[in-house]
């Protein structure tokens, strides 16, 4: 059965092209029912044919270095292999199946009790740039360091931390682009706390020198550190290079900015507050503003259709604008379960969702919407329909548990179909978005005291930070192409510890 025309729906057996109904065997809500039960007979036949197949067939093990695992793929072939692909069969990388396999390798002590950590936000720069991540913390507090994860996770202090204002960040991003600057490469890092929304510029980290290199990485016989748990003071190459500016400044004293997104690219920015969505220029000079009935927890532009807004509210309601159009209005599409706290658009034509009750859902942006008759649109004259039975999702994920939480770590990577989450009962799970066979999480962390505020994935090439030079002479040619796919965890505490934690985790020693 297929909804690719709008009002119409395909039945795949007889090849015959049918009109959605109102009501009765042909209504959406049926035709739904219909998908989902067929879909589920298909799935218990597939996994009924595998049964019977694996009786037969040796048991795979998990590779437990790269090389084992470049063989495998190599031998085996992705394609054919589920073990590599989890169920999707155009995977070709096999990065569903290394998520299942994720074990700690390093972690790295941050400075302070963990309460400074609890609404922590991060960002993070990579390919072709040298690594660097920009963290919040308690009271606007931020503070900027280098890193990188190969041949092996580590982590350096790029200067002391400066502060934004007196409330928590609420959202934090780096720019879309750097700029030039007395001579000087420089990125920009855009957020939101209480009524403000601002911007610092930066000047973008150069590589650390040898002599830096050999004092905190380095063992007395030379060889890398395999174990990284400090924080190495600013380098001396960092030392011209440490303190930000303030770029710009976009106040309302009295509305509470909850989201923003940047692209500079378009001359775009896009603010969701208490009471108000904001556009801005990139040099956050106002363009329009509409007024909303409640608080825009989340905004997102997306990279193919920057003109394009979505946005999530406290009521439940994901909407849409289309910035192109003379008459810039706020088009209801999708209705969440509960406050709306991430939102983003997947490959093709679906859209994904997340919940403050914890409901994790994926939407098909084609699905037609039902109107009621004509209804007066008040303030422009005239009438126009509105929608009064909006769609379902077309897939719903289980296992993310969130209890009244608007901040938790979230990720998602497109290139493999991959969504990452932090519960508030301390575990971070990860689902593979692609395969159909189960909607339950592929991988579970360990549980943490504390919920993890912020989580990344690297493991794909344009997550993946450029090389620090000084390690290029000390590391033989193989290993230098060697990629370790993983995700980072930022902000992960115990019971018996004080502290708070960043970790890397990966599949492949």
């Known amino acids: 059965m297929s909804f690719n025309i709008p009002g119409y729906f395909l039945d795949q057996k007889t090849k015959k092209l049918f009109k959605i109904t109102q009501h009765g065997p042909f209504s959406l809500k049926e035709l739904q029912k219909r998908v989902k039960a067929e879909e589920e007979q298909e799935a218990a036949e597939a996994a009924k044919s595998q049964s019977s197949k694996s ?127 007395n001579g000087q490469e420089r990125r920009t890092i855009v957020g939101t706390s209480g009524g403000n929304l601002w911007r610092h510029s930066v000047p973008v980290l150069p590589h650390i ?48 900015f909850w989201s923003s997104s940047v692209c500079d690219e378009h001359d775009h920015v ?55 159009q003379k008459n810039i209005n706020i088009n209801t599409e999708f209705k969440q379960s509960s406050s709306v706290v991430e939102i983003h658009t997947l490959n093709g034509f679906e859209l994904l969702t997340i919940g403050m009750d914890g409901s994790v859902d994926i939407w098909d942006k084609r699905q037609p919407k039902q109107y009621s008759n004509q209804h007066r649109n008040r303030g422009k004259g005239g009438y126009h329909p509105q929608a009064t039975n909006l769609p379902s999702p077309i897939r719903t994920l289980k296992g993310h548990i969130n209890e009244s939480s608007s901040s938790l770590g979230f990720d998602v990577d497109l290139e493999n179909n991959l969504l990452m989450l932090s519960g508030s009962d301390g575990v971070v799970r990860i689902w593979s978005m692609f395969s159909s066979n189960t909607n339950e999480p592929i991988w579970c962390s360990e549980k943490f005291s504390t919920p993890v505020p912020a989580v990344k994935f690297i493991v794909n090439q344009n997550q993946r930070p450029r090389l620090q030079d000084g390690w290029a002479s000390l590391i033989k040619e193989p290993a230098l192409s060697r990629h370790y796919p993983g995700i980072i965890l930022f902000g992960t505490t115990h019971e018996d510890s004080d502290v708070s934690s960043v970790q890397w985790l990966t599949a492949l020693k």
């Not at 909303?292 to 849409?320: A, M, Y």
Request: with cysteine; hydrophobic share 30%.
């Open 55 to 181: 009786c037969n067939t040796p048991k795979q093990r998990s590779p437990v270095n790269i090389t084992q695992f470049l063989r495998q793929r190599a031998t085996l072939g992705s394609i054919n292999n589920p073990l590599l692909n989890n169920g999707a069969t155009h995977s070709p990388s096999g990065i569903p199946f290394l998520m299942t396999q994720l074990k700690h390798r390093t972690s790295v002590e941050l400075e302070g009790p963990k309460r400074m950590y609890d609404n922590m936000k991060v960002d993070l720069t990579a390919d072709p740039d040298y690594g660097e991540m920009v963290m919040s913390h308690r009271s606007g507090k931020l503070v900027r360091f280098g890193y990188q994860v190969n041949p092996g996770f580590q982590i350096w202090n790029a200067g002391s931390d400066w502060s934004t204002g007196s409330s928590d960040a609420l959202s934090l991003q780096f720019g879309t682009y750097n700029f030039m600057l």
């Open 209 to 256: 020198q040898r002599d830096d290199l050999s004092q905190h990485f380095l063992t007395s016989n030379g060889s890398i550190r395999d174990d990284t748990n400090i924080l190495p003071t600013p380098t001396v190459s960092y030392l011209d290079y440490i303190w930000p500016s303030a770029d710009s400044l976009f106040t309302k004293n009295k509305d509470l």
């Open 270 to 324: 896009v603010v969701g507050g208490d009471q108000a969505l904001y556009q801005l220029s990139s040099a956050f000079e106002p363009i329009s503003s509409r007024k909303v009935k409640s608080s825009i927890f989340t905004t997102h532009l997306p990279n193919d259709q920057p003109n394009i807004c979505w946005i999530g509210s406290r009521n439940g309601l994901i909407q849409s604008i289309d910035f192109r």
